[in-house]
């Protein structure tokens, strides 16, 4: 097994104003992870969708250590990083990557491309000197940035959206990673230009054997290249389970509703979308019981008052809903 989280939580303190200093003592805190488990094989792509506040980035960053857990268990090739110093993880960082979600705001203007891409290859001293600049050349030719020598000179300005997060890539994928967390790689990009950066990495993938943490709010993009699909919801995994099972046979009624949001591409066929009440609540005011309860079509008395465990109704497929009990 590549990464296996255990309970997992990550709570983030809530500033208090002066005058609430003085009349309470009680901390507050918004629970952005509040106890997941998950495991992720070699190079396996795993998907965490769900709405903006979900924690879907907060639990990418703790995976690599970006961000410190409140409490829980992170294992990665065997190894518990949960509780490693900044200088004892440093030798892993190589096996474990990013690419973010904002192609303009994840380079540095000042930085060439081809500095950009050699950067993590001089940190891990993995190349330097012509040997280090032959990789990354060979790099933009693999992401598609021909010629690569004269990307290798620009700056990030003179580039459009769909490029830059080619070198994003590029640069995740120089040092041959392990594990990438792909926090919604291609949310920002031109429609047009999304299904040929999922197919980049996915040819990536199979040649450097990387698994994926592909994070994103669209399942039909997870459809595209996930192996297996988690669904979160206000800090919690509601489902998990295999792509092909979650779309023949959905269980919790939020993977419901997320699925009928997808368009049919069929003409004159309709799928019936399924409309939730309001928004997703506060991180820091978590309904009792279930946390969907509140917007749920068919919540009973019971899911106000107990919450669910994820359980596993069919092989592979777990689900937290009291409806499969």
Same mark, same amino acid.
């Given at each position: 097994?590549?990464?296996?989280?255990?309970?997992?939580?990550?709570?983030?303190?809530?500033?208090?104003?002066?005058?609430?200093?003085?009349?309470?003592?009680?901390?507050?805190?918004?629970?952005?992870?509040?106890?997941?488990?998950?495991?992720?094989?070699?190079?396996?792509?795993?998907?965490?969708?769900?709405?903006?506040?979900?924690?879907?980035?907060?639990?990418?960053?703790?995976?690599?250590?970006?961000?410190?857990?409140?409490?829980?268990?992170?294992?990665?090739?065997?190894?518990?990083?949960?509780?490693?110093?900044?200088?004892?993880?440093?030798?892993?960082?190589?096996?474990?990557?990013?690419?973010?979600?904002?192609?303009?705001?994840?380079?540095?203007?000042?930085?060439?491309?081809?500095?950009?891409?050699?950067?993590?290859?001089?940190?891990?001293?993995?190349?330097?000197?012509?040997?280090?600049?032959?990789?990354?050349?060979?790099?933009?030719?693999?992401?598609?940035?021909?010629?690569?020598?004269?990307?290798?000179?620009?700056?990030?300005?003179?580039?459009?959206?769909?490029?830059?997060?080619?070198?994003?890539?590029?640069?995740?994928?120089?040092?041959?990673?392990?594990?990438?967390?792909?926090?919604?790689?291609?949310?920002?990009?031109?429609?047009?230009?999304?299904?040929?950066?999922?197919?980049?990495?996915?040819?990536?993938?199979?040649?450097?054997?990387?698994?994926?943490?592909?994070?994103?709010?669209?399942?039909?993009?997870?459809?595209?290249?996930?192996?297996?699909?988690?669904?979160?919801?206000?800090?919690?995994?509601?489902?998990?389970?295999?792509?092909?099972?979650?779309?023949?046979?959905?269980?919790?009624?939020?993977?419901?509703?997320?699925?009928?949001?997808? &368009?049919?591409?069929? &003409?004159?066929?309709?799928?019936?979308?399924?409309?939730?009440?309001?928004?997703?609540?506060?991180?820091?005011?978590?309904?009792?019981?279930?946390?969907?309860?509140?917007?749920?079509?068919?919540?009973?008395?019971?899911?106000?008052?107990?919450?669910?465990?994820?359980?596993?109704?069919?092989?592979?497929?777990?689900?937290?809903?009291?409806?499969?009990?």
């Amino acid at each position: 097994m590549l990464l296996e989280v255990t309970d997992l939580k990550k709570y983030f303190p809530v500033a208090k104003t002066f005058i609430e200093r003085i009349l309470t003592k009680e901390e507050r805190y918004v629970r952005a992870v509040d106890g997941i488990s998950f495991s992720i094989e070699e190079g396996e792509v795993f998907s965490l969708v769900g709405e903006s506040g979900s924690g879907k980035t907060t639990t990418g960053k703790l995976v690599l250590r970006l961000i410190e857990p409140t409490s829980g268990r992170i294992v990665f090739q065997g190894t518990d990083i949960t509780s490693m110093s900044k200088k004892e993880i440093r030798p892993m960082r190589r096996h474990m990557q990013i690419i973010y979600q904002d192609p303009y705001a994840s380079l540095n203007p000042r930085m060439r491309v081809g500095e950009a891409i050699m950067d993590p290859l001089l940190i891990h001293r993995i190349a330097q000197g012509r040997e280090a600049r032959e990789m990354v050349l060979e790099m933009l030719e693999k992401v598609g940035l021909t010629p690569p020598e004269t990307f290798f000179n620009s700056y990030p300005a003179y580039l459009s959206g769909g490029q830059r997060q080619r070198v994003a890539i590029a640069r995740a994928m120089i040092t041959r990673p392990k594990l990438v967390v792909a926090d919604e790689p291609v949310s920002m990009i031109d429609v047009s230009l999304r299904a040929s950066i999922l197919d980049l990495m996915m040819d990536l993938r199979r040649e450097f054997g990387s698994a994926y943490l592909f994070i994103t709010h669209d399942l039909a993009v997870a459809k595209y290249i996930s192996d297996r699909i988690a669904i979160m919801y206000l800090g919690k995994i509601v489902e998990v389970g295999r792509t092909r099972d979650l779309f023949r046979n959905p269980l919790h009624p939020y993977t419901k509703a997320l699925l009928s949001a997808i &368009p049919v591409p069929t &003409p004159g066929r309709r799928r019936e979308r399924i409309k939730l009440k309001g928004e997703i609540p506060s991180a820091i005011d978590i309904p009792t019981g279930c946390r969907f309860h509140t917007r749920c079509p068919l919540a009973f008395d019971l899911c106000s008052r107990e919450e669910p465990e994820l359980m596993e109704v069919e092989p592979g497929h777990f689900v937290a809903c009291h409806l499969h009990k």
